[in-house]
């Protein structure tokens, strides 16, 4: 998009970038040049926001490219539906769409029971969205079956994060505090590419004299500004974290006021770390015993420290138990619950937080409540005004839910809104293969992603820049978009399909089409809750630069730091996780020798279905790649660009080499933005973390081959 030109009749938007979970403020200028066809889009310009605390006015190329999907021409303007398997997909109106996918949405249920008819969500969705699509599930369709891809994300946080504290929150303090820390330990987790404007949070730390650690099994941009870099073998985060807690203790740098005062259950977490050894922890995580030393020195002796976690730990079968023996790491040594310590997770999806929080995962009601709590399901019941025994309980988690399409007992006609499962979940191949088996899929987005190829019916939908609408950043800071310019003609909010979707099935009321009214009713929702937003309102979001949650009530002043009086357990303590140490789901052997992880690049956005529209963004990051060590090359006879297959127990995947050093010798690595053959989850292990029921994204087994007959990506 062009900037306005000094004649044109401009106006200036204050709102937030699209994509990642900073919602980096930004400000958009629009108007109309003179001469400017009638119906044209005008022209829109994204502009600095300096007084956004969380970013200060700094964007990064995916923000500062984001008006370039508010073209016609990149995007949906208009319903499509197939009249019959295989038929290609054609234009329709929307009564005839929403006539087909109401009409296939309660015949399945008439003919199979409610749970065969199930939701699946996204992380990038509004709090509106995500709440009213929660309540459609429950309330319209009476389905168990609703998850979303946030799943994906930060769930195994998320649940280490209950464990310990009673309450999940992203960070439970702002990004503001991380500079003022003494030492931070950033694990699995590279924002110099994945949110380029938090690093200089990260570069004030250590010019204030504090020390970055940083746990990566590549030298990455992030990896590159540390103080030390711990290169640990992929699926090895839990006993490097045992291993420092063990050298925490034995050096006597365990704060035994705080331990004694305001935790329980260090005994056994204490039993568990001093089996994790520095020479066994060295064996099992290729890292050596004098790094760890340094590290465990670093963090104990420290004033003040904080651990943050991302997808590398988190995105194993085992994420839950690594996550809860960081936070282990964060209690031994007192860094929990008082001011700038403690630990956090960097969140990826732009909602991933308030997505969860307000019903569009399985087992959560509005508020971030238990679905099966007798008290949570009355005071939703009672907001929606339907019985509370009628609502459903907990469905399947994201995986299992897309792993059950189309079989007897699971899923057969699915609404879909901002996910593509088809590059984005694990066992990606497989996953297409089940969406086919539906009798009906309906999505609902944006662009037409490979997963709305799929579709029997596709329905446009607004995009951020044309409603709106809450998210939650990482901090729990809820922010408020606002609408600059109108969508194209074709195009409706989902608040507006799942209004008239409803309507369809026999539910006229209840489904607000103007955001403020559906945020007012959310806001009664989770009153009470511990993701209590009812204090928070349009005003006050607009009035504040976002409103911390918890707020109860519209006096109170939100809550930028939790935990700092009392963590949120019955008892008020925070609780030691008991855990050891054990393999991944899948580790090398003599047929698949090598470990793959996957992860994001700093031009591409997720599974890409929006970035890769973008001229810019796809010119800086063209296509899919693998990573492989010099050695490694060497020994498989590939060179520097040559294409190469990387083969698993579920699929093969093909792309360019890129040789670096950056990567350890028995590890590639591949960023999963891309479709086609270069699909990095045609690879990646579904085994599921027992608690969180996160799929192990970050590590599976691989063989590398070379394939120089073949087109990659």
């Known amino acids: 998009m062009t900037p306005t030109s000094p004649a044109a009749t401009t106006a200036a938007t204050d709102t937030h970038c699209p994509y990642c979970s900073l919602q980096c403020g930004m400000r958009l200028s629009t108007g109309a040049a003179p001469g400017t066809a009638p119906g044209a889009v005008p022209p829109v310009e994204v502009l600095e926001r300096p007084d956004f605390p969380v970013n200060r006015g700094a964007l990064c190329g995916k923000g500062r490219s984001a008006t370039a999907l508010l073209d016609r021409a990149a995007r949906l303007t208009g319903p499509l539906l197939r009249d019959r398997p295989g038929a290609p997909l054609r234009s329709a109106s929307w009564p005839e769409a929403l006539d087909r996918v109401a009409a296939g949405l309660a015949g399945t249920r008439a003919e199979h029971g409610p749970d065969a008819v199930g939701v699946f969500g996204g992380g990038g969705l509004t709090n509106e969205k995500a709440y009213l699509l929660g309540k459609f599930a429950r309330v319209v369709l009476g389905t168990a079956n609703i998850d979303y891809n946030g799943r994906f994300c930060m769930s195994s946080a998320a649940a280490a994060h209950r464990r310990a504290f009673g309450l999940d929150r992203g960070l439970p303090f702002p990004l503001e505090d991380i500079p003022r820390t003494g030492c931070l330990i950033l694990v699995g987790g590279n924002p110099a590419e994945t949110m380029p404007p938090a690093v200089r949070y990260l570069r004030e730390l250590r010019e204030n004299g504090g020390t970055l650690i940083v746990v990566d099994p590549r030298r990455t941009r992030t990896a590159e500004l540390a103080d030390l870099h711990l290169r640990v073998r992929p699926g090895g985060d839990l006993a490097l974290a045992l291993g420092l807690l063990h050298l925490v203790i034995a050096d006597g740098l365990v704060d035994r006021a705080f331990v004694d005062r305001r935790t329980t259950g260090f005994e056994r977490a204490r039993e568990s770390a001093m089996a994790h050894w520095p020479d066994r922890v060295e064996r099992i995580t290729g890292v050596p015993a004098h790094r760890l030393r340094e590290a465990a020195r670093l963090f104990g002796e420290a004033r003040t420290g904080m651990v943050l976690t991302a997808r590398g730990p988190e995105q194993q079968s085992k ?67 339907v019985d509370p025994a009628g609502l459903p309980g907990p469905g ?49 987005d944006v662009v037409l992603s490979e997963t709305a190829r799929l579709a029997d019916v596709v329905l446009p939908v607004t995009q951020w820049a044309e409603e709106d609408g809450t998210t939650t950043n990482l901090e729990g800071r809820v922010i408020l978009r606002r609408r600059a310019l109108d969508p194209p003609e074709g195009v409706r909010s989902e608040l507006w399909l799942l209004r008239e979707l409803a309507a369809r099935l026999g539910v006229p009321e209840g489904f607000p089409v103007e955001p403020e009214q559906a945020f007012d009713e959310l806001r009664r929702a989770s009153a009470g809750g511990d993701a209590d937003y009812a204090g928070i309102s349009y005003r006050r979001i607009a009035a504040e630069d976002g409103v911390f949650w918890p707020c109860p009530a519209p006096d109170h002043p939100g809550t930028p730091r939790l935990f700092l009086d009392r963590f949120a357990t019955p008892d008020g303590r925070a609780r030691f996780a008991d855990v050891t140490h054990r393999p991944a789901g899948e580790e090398p052997c003599a047929q698949y020798p090598l470990y793959l992880t996957t992860g994001r690049v700093l031009a591409q956005y997720q599974s890409g279905a929006q970035t890769r529209r973008v001229a810019e963004l796809n010119a800086a990051a063209p296509g899919p790649f693998v990573e492989l060590h010099p050695r490694l090359a060497e020994r498989l006879g590939i060179a520097d660009g040559e294409p190469v297959a990387v083969t698993s127990r579920r699929g093969r995947a093909v792309a360019p080499a890129r040789i670096t050093d950056a990567i350890r010798p028995d590890t590639v690595f591949m960023p999963f933005h891309w479709a086609g053959a270069g699909r990095a989850n045609s690879l990646t292990n579904p085994a599921l973390d027992p608690v969180s029921r996160m799929p192990e994204f970050k590590l599976c087994a691989v063989r590398v081959d070379r394939a120089t007959t073949e087109a990659a990506g």
């Open 396 to 444: 399947r988690s994201a995986y299992e839910l897309l792993d059950g399409l189309g079989r007897p007992g699971g899923v057969r006609a699915l609404l879909l809104a901002g996910s593509n499962p088809a590059v984005s979940a694990p066992n990606a191949g497989h996953v297409t293969e089940r969406l086919r088996a539906l009798d009906l899929l309906v999505v609902a």
């Open 319 to 385: 994420g839950t138990d690594t996550v809860g023996a960081w936070i282990n790491l964060c209690l031994a040594t007192g860094n929990a619950g008082r001011p700038y310590s403690g630990y956090g997770c960097l969140t990826g999806q732009g909602n991933g937080q308030g997505g969860r929080e307000h019903g569009q995962k399985a087992d959560q009601l509005p508020g971030y409540r238990s679905i099966e709590d007798p008290a949570a399901r009355a005071h939703v019941a009672a907001v929606w005004g």
